[in-house]
């Protein structure tokens, strides 16, 4: 189990190295996406101003508090609490996210499926699982909103933040075909027979 | 005793923003329990982290996690009590709405077809108020819960047969905290329904995710059963965050309602890890605060 400091953008090659069960800790650049945001740009042809080439995204949607625009915070925003949602429900987007905009890691929370696995596989790519509902510790490790796009769709915008030391986070799913999840949920199901006949159910 | 509608605005706003910001000693002391038997290597540096994120919540008196949820407001009324039962609704409603522009709070509430967020936190239907009455004297309270949508997401109901039995109930339980996995950020309070009618069923559930940690089911039935599937629940492997380990749950909590003679309803809905409630309660002593 290795540890990697990225200074994003990445390389293929990099992002190759990776195994399930090594952790991550990135700096310098992250976007921020979520449900609407990705909605808009592949269900609906809109383009980011970004370029996210070799670049890290997050599932999340921030609290922000609108200062205008300063030197300290030249999006205008402040972060007050900035966390992870939940994966799943962006598995379809992983794949044009990743053929389209050169996306290479994913993060979030709880996972993602078959779909983000081949891609990961086929286009070099991985899925760092950082702790969902720790997000006041997630904030400290974000310096500052940069920029921000697609806007209208706040709090559901494309935050880009200036980060520092963040993570350590672990590889839960590499382009190689590991992946955590279904290993436990492989682990989970088999114990299901037992637990439900300690339940004393008959027809288990 | 006479509301005073003023004071229950602005403890509307101040609970919504104290259940995002502390956590409740119960669940504190569940983290600890948990972390005390996590065997899992894995397991345990999740849950170091999520214990860590409550610790700096609080020192920066910051939200414990971004989802600041569906906002839900849950009042009892006792007797005595004199209130405008419309102009309170509409004073949760101004003092939810509020706390998310004065703090402020990301607002997660959208029109479900629009897909339009006021930035209020508020919509059609929106805060949840669901009111109750009491036999304690001269005593209102309001129990803020934000409800996250990790946790949410993941909401089962199975109109199950008469003929299935208590087997077919404590199945689906099981069943649905497999299918939950990690995506409703676990450990969670698995909460279950029992009864009812198809809507009482799935609010049952709800009261049962959201309810403090060591409470019991009224209905001896149902706290022997909850009893029983907690003792087995961490037995899955599914552990925090769906990577492994035995803290899948702090505990599977049942409520349970009558219901019909061709019926066996069981809902589950969970609450993730980060189980916030607050609460504010009006008494002839003044307003208090507490969970």
Avoid at chain 1, 7 to 36: C, F, S
Wanted: aromatic share 6%.
């Amino acid at each position: 189990m290795a540890h990697y400091e990225f200074d994003m953008p990445v390389t293929e090659q990099q992002i190759r190295q990776v195994r399930v069960n090594d952790t991550v800790t990135l700096n310098k650049t992250l976007y921020g996406i979520r449900d609407a945001t990705q909605i808009h740009m592949f269900d609906h042809g809109r383009k980011t101003r970004f370029d996210l080439r070799g670049h890290a995204v997050v599932h999340t949607a921030p609290n922000v508090r609108w200062v205008g625009e300063t030197q300290a915070a030249p999006s205008g925003y402040e972060p007050i609490c900035i966390g992870t949602t939940t994966s799943a429900r962006m598995e379809r987007f992983t794949r044009p996210l990743m053929e389209q905009c050169g996306v290479r890691i994913i993060i979030g929370k709880g996972g993602l499926f078959a779909a983000s696995q081949s891609a990961f596989k086929d286009i070099g790519g991985i899925y760092l699982a950082i702790v969902g509902g720790a997000a006041a510790l997630e904030t400290t490790w974000i310096e500052q909103i940069e920029e921000v796009d697609l806007d209208d769709l706040n709090p559901e915008s494309l935050w880009k933040f200036r980060i520092k030391g963040f993570g350590p986070l672990l590889v839960a799913m590499d382009s190689h075909g590991g992946n955590l999840y279904t290993e436990v949920n492989k682990v989970a199901r088999d114990n299901r027979a037992e637990v439900l006949a300690a339940l004393g159910v008959k027809s288990a | 005793m006479k509301i005073d509608l003023q004071q229950i605005e602005d403890a509307s706003k101040e609970i919504y923003i104290r259940a995002l910001k502390l956590l409740p000693p119960d669940i504190k002391e569940g983290f600890k329990r948990l972390d005390a038997t996590e065997t899992n290597a894995t397991g345990k540096a999740i849950l170091g982290t999520m214990i860590r994120n409550i610790k700096v919540a609080e020192a920066n008196t910051n939200l414990l996690c971004q989802d600041t949820g569906i906002p839900i407001y849950n009042v009892v009324i006792g007797t005595g009590v004199e209130v405008d039962g419309y102009a309170l609704k509409q004073a949760i409603i101004q003092g939810c709405a509020r706390a998310t522009k004065e703090h402020p709070l990301r607002s997660s509430v959208v029109h479900p077809t629009t897909r339009q967020n006021e930035h209020t936190s508020c919509g059609r239907g929106v805060p949840v108020i669901n009111i109750d009455f009491s036999n304690e004297n001269n005593m209102l309270s309001m129990e803020m819960i934000p409800k996250g949508s990790g946790s949410e997401f993941n909401s089962w109901l199975k109109m199950a047969l008469p003929a299935d039995g208590i087997d077919a109930i404590k199945t689906f339980v099981i069943d649905c905290v497999l299918e939950a996995g990690g995506k409703t950020c676990p450990p969670t309070i698995v909460g279950v329904g029992v009864g009812g009618t198809a809507d009482l069923c799935v609010h049952l559930s709800k009261v049962a995710a959201t309810r403090a940690l060591g409470t019991s089911c009224t209905d001896p039935e149902g706290a022997k059963l909850e009893k029983e599937l907690s003792g087995v629940v961490n037995k899955l492997g599914v552990g925090p965050q769906g990577l492994g380990g035995d803290s899948t749950a702090f505990a599977v909590h049942v409520e349970t309602a009558a219901t019909h003679i061709t019926l066996n309803p069981v809902a589950v809905n969970m609450q993730c890890h980060s189980a916030r409630r607050s609460r504010a309660t009006f008494t002839p002593l003044g307003l208090s605060y507490g969970f």
